[in-house]
């Protein structure tokens, strides 16, 4: 099945590339990039075809989804890679790679009764055996937790802060092993330590388990019973790779950087969060082969978005001060195709939701709303610019950001309903995180919107960077080791793990 997969990416890319670098396409002069003429490239057949191809992917691999570790998302991973090396005089392609450990199954018995658990994503295989011991307070300080915790599971509610922190106080306090419970109905499916630990042996076995199991257990021991566990995980180490596309031409030390994730979560096949965000960008590195430009520009996908934007700050933190500096502008771009949509902008002014960032973030929201006011003359509002995507890791290391989202699981307010249309009091995408984020179900005229006014900032800022501040460098190591913004810290971003 892999390998058919994999000649299916590598087929497509082949029939794509050909389609748009005919022989001698490409080489010698050519004109300037211009808003008007890469946005007017940029076609809802490319994106759809694109769309359904990323469906594909999915489908035709065992887990159906796109997943890191998945067949489906290294066919993605394969796929763009082909198609941006169609342009070998134009770009220089590498794959980043990333090694992870990846939890595969989990097997619980509590009091001899074997009880449905889960695998919980970048938590270590092995076999924990113990009393179970119940974490008050959310288990978000290591003070929550008993000082001698040997020989024990601990359980511990989701929410509040990153499992991880949670799995890593357990381990230190001597746990051999950890449940973590759900805050809402249902079960922990698809869910992950959303962290990589930052020293050897720091997680221990961690399997997921549903809210009324987790309750049910509490009680138990609350009554004094004695509650046994014997939790047996396995996991697998996985190599998951970014790509990172730039342009040859360009100035190489002013660089617009545009990007988004290429991974799902394990629900579905995620064509909107984020193969609409992945294929925009793509469309428009394709695209742009037909122009020349003046400062380089930088294409990224970056992978493990879903498991707590590990791909990004992998990038990120491998990165010198001086690579950091050459980085102008980051642009980041997550679900373009939401069904119920609004044009959302990252507030980087601080003026709706007083968070700001790094010098340039304000001009790149004005930049996108001059898109939308002035060139296709529809309604936008603003977002918070609370690192909950992957522009995340670079505001936190003092590097200006930006981007534009059609919503995810918030829900349209009557404002918004009579800005956008569609429903009020709907999410903007029922389908967010689930088996339902399918190429049918995409708002194809939302998503050509998104993808021109990637074209534009694109174009824009390969042109030139006047409109953005100089750098300067001690301000933007000061922001990094001071700044009021921190990304980790912020509620939506706490929200979703």
Not at 68 to 80: K, L, M, N, R
Not at 81 to 96: A, L, M, R, W
Not at 151 to 162: E, K, Q, Y
Not at 460 to 466: I, K, L, M, Q, V
């Amino acid at each position: 099945m892999w390998k058919s997969i994999a000649a299916l990416a590598a087929i497509a890319a082949a029939i794509d590339g050909a389609a748009v670098n005919p022989r001698g396409y490409g080489y010698g002069k050519k004109e300037l990039v211009t808003s008007e003429k890469l946005r007017k490239s940029i076609n809802t057949d490319a994106l759809r075809k694109k769309a359904q191809l990323f469906e594909r992917f999915a489908y035709d691999s065992p887990d159906k989804n796109r997943v890191i570790g998945s067949e489906g998302h290294q066919a993605t991973i394969d796929y763009i890679t082909n198609q941006i090396k169609q342009f070998p005089d134009y770009y220089t392609v590498t794959q980043q790679p990333m090694p992870l450990s990846v939890g595969v199954s989990a097997n619980l018995t509590v009091n001899g009764a074997e009880t449905e658990a889960y695998a919980v994503g970048l938590a270590p295989g092995g076999t924990a055996t113990g009393k179970l011991v119940a974490i008050p307070n959310l288990g978000c300080n290591s003070s929550d937790f008993p000082s001698d915790l040997s020989g024990s599971i601990a359980l511990i509610h989701r929410g509040t802060c990153v499992s991880g922190e949670k799995v890593a106080f357990a381990a230190a306090a001597g746990a051999t092993g950890v449940l973590i419970y759900n805050n809402v109905e249902g079960n922990l499916n698809g869910y992950s330590l959303q962290r990589i630990p930052t020293k050897d042996g720091e997680y221990v076995p961690t399997a997921g388990i549903s809210q009324g199991a987790g309750e049910s257990f509490i009680a138990l021991t609350e009554a004094g019973a004695e509650v046994t566990v014997d939790l047996t995980t396995s996991a697998k180490d996985i190599t998951t790779y970014n790509i990172i596309a730039q342009t040859k031409a360009g100035d190489q030390n002013n660089v617009i950087h545009v990007s988004g994730h290429s991974d799902s979560v394990a629900a579905g096949p995620g064509i909107n969060d984020n193969g609409s965000g992945s294929i925009s960008i793509l469309e428009t590195a394709i695209q742009l082969t037909k122009f020349s430009v003046k400062n380089a520009v930088r294409f990224s996908w970056w992978t493990a978005e879903e498991e707590g934007l590990l791909g990004a700050e992998f990038y990120v933190k491998s990165l010198n001060q001086t690579e950091k500096d050459k980085i102008r502008l980051m642009l980041d771009f997550d679900m373009m195709a939401s069904p119920n949509f609004a044009y959302q902008i990252y507030d980087g002014d601080g003026s709706a939701y007083n968070l700001t960032g790094p010098t340039g973030s304000a001009e790149a929201e004005h930049e996108f709303a001059h898109y939308f006011d002035d060139i296709v003359k529809l309604p936008h509002t603003e977002i918070e610019f609370d690192g909950r995507s992957d522009y995340g890791p670079f505001l936190e290391a003092g590097i200006a950001a930006g981007g534009i989202a059609c919503g995810a699981e918030g829900i349209k307010t009557e404002e918004e309903f009579k800005m956008f249309g569609g429903a009020a009091g709907v999410p903007y995408d029922v389908n967010y995180h689930e088996d339902g984020d399918t190429a049918n179900n995409l708002n194809y005229e939302a998503w050509i919107i998104m993808s021109r006014a990637i074209a534009h900032t694109t174009a824009t800022y390969a042109r030139s960077f006047d409109s953005i501040p100089p750098r300067n460098s001690t301000a933007i190591q000061a922001r990094a080791e001071k700044s009021l913004f921190k990304y980790k810290e912020s509620p939506r971003y706490l929200s979703m793990i």
